[in-house]
């Protein structure tokens, strides 16, 4: 049973913590942050501004604004919560007719890219749990008054249905889908008095992981996670494994406390045999194969990396060894996504332009993630998602065993992974199939508007309808707006709509639904954009995408370049890193792409584990 508190009392709670903290315990760390580290030690304190900000980037705070929110009461109520409320001139289309008219696409319908594997698109949607979740407001129908959200189609807050219109797929099921509103940050979307001034406090959202890339998808976002997730008994800083069940000796992340969890069951096998959802540092980590993969790939080289650390240092105690793991693992997740990943997204130049070479880290600058980041712009993928997921056996080829399974086969069900031949077909799979394509025509297949599954909803949802309904609920303003905010030129007109949106069929519908180009929702304009050559965005989400993980990188004091993190020869040897190591380290597969990032066939594109460079960690031998 667990226990259920009023938002108010929530946030007293933590605005108590947080003067506490500030009082008592800043002073405290700031005083012993006036030594420098020991060589290789954790933290680079050695300056006071470095505790300037303590709350920037932690969980459980709100997401930054780039651009003030857009309301329609310009206080909390969302884009489209009042009927016959105009923007422009119109009012706004509903996200389901939007998806329906044009984003959706079938599962035929599939333009492959080539030159990108399935991985890229999954290490998207990893690096985006490291970086973000947005709770959304809990639902208390037993409570008095409390409005149920799966029982109502009308706006009543915490609920903002989506309206289904008659001859839709849904329509046969529900006269609208269910929303839930994010959770509101602590006194937002509320309106005060400051002195005899009325001050409007717009409404903000929350995270509840950690801003940084600082690998919380392996190690939590908050101490109590993170406790839950080590070995506390072992001399060697492990983490917890799952004791139940192997994939040909290698580790399965362990099951979560909370039994019977809600994740689905083999429908073949005896009903008291249960395979529980996966417990890691992010609590989406079963929501697919594949990101259910990354994440057991990680648990497996922490403890990999920890056993050899305390070989190699015997005298080190189980905390230091954990920590100086975690440590280089969170450097790891760094180095392949900016070095490896963003490149490939936003392409070289608008990296050179909007991230650049590593400079050190700047107090001034908030690396806290950004709401239209999170919510919009790193939705990018979401139109690059395959219907389809392959396995394949050891020589790389379709298996009757393992058949391929549409997506909607895989939405929780980490009982595939422990039955069903375990990470190495999976990964086979991932590596030589190629990411979808995002095409102007072909957005999101129908595993994703007509079949999403998730544990909250006995139904089936609309991905597409969720996050247009998620950037309107978070204040996002509109497409040209965040254009005029990344110095892209507004487009006022169908003509102009073209320079940035070649499918003329595409532009013609977005106008017959928006009526206005200042109406269009941020998300669908960045996913339509015309996408550079050598990259997987428009310049309007490369914009954003480059400024955050710019943010991200040199708001960061334990980034991994900074000179107080490593020595030196640490840094070089964890250049070496890459995630084909990752691969090779800690599964059964011999040969992978040098960078498994690209499209590769096998065997031509595929090298030997032993010719792909690996970590010696001889400048991590302490002597004595």
Same mark, same amino acid.
């Given at each position: 049973m667990s226990l259920k508190f009023p938002q108010s009392a929530l946030c007293s709670a933590a605005s108590a913590a947080l003067v506490t903290f500030t009082i008592f315990f800043l002073p405290l760390l700031m005083r012993h942050a006036q030594p420098g580290p020991s060589k290789g030690s954790y933290c680079p304190c050695k300056d006071w501004r470095l505790l300037e900000h303590p709350t920037w980037g932690a969980s459980n705070t709100a997401l930054a604004r780039w651009l003030p929110p857009?309301?329609?009461?310009?206080?909390?109520?969302?884009?489209?919560?009042?009927?016959?409320?105009?923007?422009?001139?119109?009012?706004?289309?509903?996200?389901?007719?939007?998806?329906?008219?044009?984003?959706?696409?079938?599962?035929?319908?599939?333009?492959?890219?080539?030159?990108?594997?399935?991985?890229?698109?999954?290490?998207?949607?990893?690096i985006d749990h490291d970086l973000v979740f947005t709770p959304q407001s809990e639902n208390q129908p037993s409570f008095q008054g409390a409005i149920n959200c799966q029982m109502t189609c009308a706006n009543q807050n915490p609920c903002f249905p989506i309206q289904v219109f008659p001859n839709d797929t849904f329509s046969a099921r529900m006269d609208c889908i269910p929303f839930y509103r994010s959770k509101p940050a602590c006194t937002a979307g509320q309106q005060g008095l400051l002195g005899n001034l009325s001050v409007i406090n717009p409404r903000q959202q929350m995270n509840i992981v950690t801003s940084f890339l600082d690998a919380s998808t392996v190690y939590g976002s908050t101490a109590a996670a993170e406790n839950?997730?080590?070995?506390?008994?072992?001399?060697?800083?492990?983490?917890?494994?799952?004791?139940?069940?192997?994939?040909?000796?290698?580790?399965?992340?362990?099951?979560?406390?909370?039994?019977?969890?809600?994740?689905?069951?083999?429908?073949?096998?005896?009903?008291?045999?249960?395979?529980?959802?996966?417990?890691?540092?992010?609590?989406?980590?079963?929501?697919?194969?594949?990101?259910?993969?990354?994440?057991?790939?990680?648990?497996?080289e922490h403890n990999r990396l920890?056993?050899?650390?305390?070989?190699?240092?015997?005298?080190?105690?189980?905390?230091?060894?954990?920590?100086?793991?975690?440590?280089?693992?969170?450097? =790891? !997740?760094?180095?392949?996504?900016?070095?490896?990943?963003?490149? #490939?997204?936003? $392409? &070289? *130049?608008?990296?050179?332009?909007?991230?650049?070479?590593?400079?050190?880290?700047?107090?001034?600058?908030?690396?806290?993630?950004?709401?239209?980041?999170?919510?919009?712009?790193?939705?990018?993928?979401?139109?690059?998602?395959?219907p389809l997921v392959k396995r394949?056996?050891?020589?790389?080829?379709?298996?009757?065993?393992?058949?391929?399974?549409? =997506? !909607?086969?895989?939405?929780?069900?980490?009982?595939?992974?422990? #039955?069903?031949? $375990? &990470? *190495?077909?999976?990964?086979?799979?991932?590596?030589?199939?190629?990411?979808?394509?995002?095409?102007?025509?072909?957005?999101?297949?129908?595993?994703?508007?007509?079949?999403?599954?998730?544990?909250?909803?006995?139904?089936?949802?609309?991905?597409?309808?969720?996050?247009?309904?998620?950037?309107?609920?978070?204040?996002?303003?509109?497409?040209?707006?965040?254009?005029?905010?990344?110095?892209?030129p507004r487009l006022r007109t169908e003509q102009e709509l073209m320079t940035a949106i070649e499918n003329k069929t595409v532009v013609q519908r977005i106008m017959e639904i928006y009526k206005s180009p200042n109406n269009i929702d941020v998300w669908l304009g960045g996913i339509v954009e015309n996408i550079h050559p050598d990259a997987r965005t428009g310049p309007l989400f490369a914009c954003i995408i480059g400024k955050q993980m710019k943010a991200l990188r040199d708001g960061d004091r334990f980034w991994w370049e900074n000179i107080n993190i490593f020595t030196d020869a640490q840094r070089q040897e964890l250049g070496k890193y890459s995630l084909s190591r990752l691969i090779c380290d800690n599964t059964g597969l011999t040969e992978a792409p040098l960078d498994p990032f690209l499209l590769g066939k096998f065997p031509k594109d595929f090298v030997s584990c032993e010719n792909i460079p690996s970590i010696n960690l001889g400048p991590w031998h302490e002597v004595l």
């Open positions: 857009v309301y329609e009461d310009e206080l909390s109520q969302p884009r489209g919560w009042n009927l016959g409320f105009l923007h422009s001139g119109f009012p706004l289309p509903s996200v389901r007719e939007v998806t329906r008219k044009i984003i959706e696409a079938s599962n035929e319908a599939v333009t492959e890219d080539e030159l990108y594997s399935d991985l890229i698109t999954v290490w998207g949607q990893y839950k997730l080590r070995n506390l008994t072992s001399e060697e800083g492990l983490l917890r494994i799952n004791l139940l069940h192997f994939d040909k000796g290698l580790e399965y992340l362990p099951f979560v406390d909370r039994v019977p969890s809600l994740c689905a069951q083999d429908p073949k096998e005896d009903k008291a045999e249960r395979i529980e959802c996966f417990m890691a540092g992010d609590t989406r980590s079963s929501e697919v194969l594949s990101l259910t993969a990354l994440h057991t790939l990680w648990l497996r920890a056993k050899a650390l305390k070989e190699l240092n015997p005298h080190w105690t189980s905390e230091r060894v954990y920590q100086e793991t975690r440590k280089m693992v969170g450097a =790891l !997740h760094q180095i392949i996504t900016i070095r490896d990943y963003i490149p #490939k997204i936003i $392409g &070289l *130049d608008a990296f050179e332009q909007y991230i650049g070479p590593y400079q050190g880290y700047d107090p001034t600058i908030n690396p806290t993630v950004t709401n239209v980041f999170s919510t919009a712009a790193f939705r990018f993928a979401h139109a690059a998602i395959h394949l056996n050891a020589q790389y080829k379709e298996d009757p065993s393992l058949p391929n399974l549409y =997506l !909607h086969e895989v939405f929780f069900t980490p009982w595939r992974l422990i #039955k069903e031949g $375990g &990470l *190495d077909p999976l990964l086979r799979g991932t590596l030589t199939t190629a990411a979808k394509l995002q095409v102007q025509d072909q957005l999101l297949n129908e595993e994703l508007t007509k079949k999403l599954f998730v544990l909250s909803n006995n139904a089936s949802l609309d991905l597409s309808s969720l996050d247009l309904q998620r950037g309107r609920d978070h204040g996002l303003p509109g497409y040209n707006d965040w254009r005029e905010f990344c110095d892209l």
